[in-house]
């Protein structure tokens, strides 16, 4: 969806690196909520966020809506090869109708 | 709860002939969606009901694509004639407005569709 850009849209990194995932709006956000997709597999629901400045974490997994609800981070700390996949960013641009951006194809080698 | 359910997995169909795709959403979800993934056009929304009624098709690409909710447990999504461009995974997702600050939306597994 063009409502919503992510970057990178491909990432490979080492096993043990940190690294981090933006999701930008032009529009103010509802809510935003960030999935993970394995290859060939449906969407896991991380988490999602409503206020601005919003801060939530799942395992090593953390994720920040900024003050103006347009934009949200995903950053994962340490990672594994059990974080490979495909994550996306869900927003409630009207509310009700969720939307997604063009995901970003995580790789963890060891 | 057994999670969101579609059937068939996998779909493969010559041209022309009718598919008809099906999902069963989480009881007592109140929102349920239709989205399909490409690799060129990634997750597009194409329609979605709240109470069974439809609230908005704007994403259904063409007349041959239809949806219907004839009661909160199911749902369909039927595409009429087919064509190979309408090959894709085809996801069902529902949801409780209260809780999908908690829970999200819960995806099904998909459809993987191909059109020959």
């Known amino acids: 969806s063009q409502e919503l850009e992510q970057s990178p849209q491909s990432l490979i990194v080492q096993e043990g690196k940190n690294l981090t995932i933006n999701c930008t709006s032009s529009k103010t956000l509802y809510g935003l909520y960030w999935y993970k997709q394995k290859y060939g597999e449906g969407l896991i629901f991380l988490m999602m966020l409503q206020k601005g400045g919003e801060e939530k974490s799942h395992e090593k997994i953390t994720a920040k809506l900024d003050e103006k609800k347009q934009q949200s981070s995903l950053h994962i700390t340490a990672s594994q090869p059990s974080h490979a996949g495909i994550y996306l960013c869900?927003?409630?641009?009207?509310?009700?109708?969720?939307?997604f951006g063009t995901g970003t194809r995580l790789q963890v080698f060891p | 709860d057994a999670g969101v359910i579609q059937s068939p997995r996998h779909e493969v169909t010559e041209m022309g002939q009718e598919v008809t795709l099906r999902c069963k959403p989480i009881?007592?979800?109140?929102?349920l969606f239709w989205y399909r993934q490409t690799m060129m056009r990634g997750l597009e929304l194409l329609i979605y009901?709240?109470?069974?009624?439809?609230?908005?098709d704007s994403g259904m690409p063409e007349d041959r694509f239809s949806a219907k909710m004839p009661n909160a447990s199911f749902s369909t999504l039927k595409i009429q004639p087919s064509e190979p461009r309408d090959s894709a995974v085809y996801f069902c997702a529902s949801s409780f407005y209260w809780d999908s600050a908690n829970y999200g939306y819960t995806f099904g597994s998909g459809t993987r569709l191909t059109v020959v």
């Open positions: 009881s007592g979800h109140d929102y």
């Open positions: 869900g927003a409630d641009i009207i509310t009700d109708k969720l939307i």
């Open positions: 009901f709240n109470n069974n009624v439809p609230i908005d």
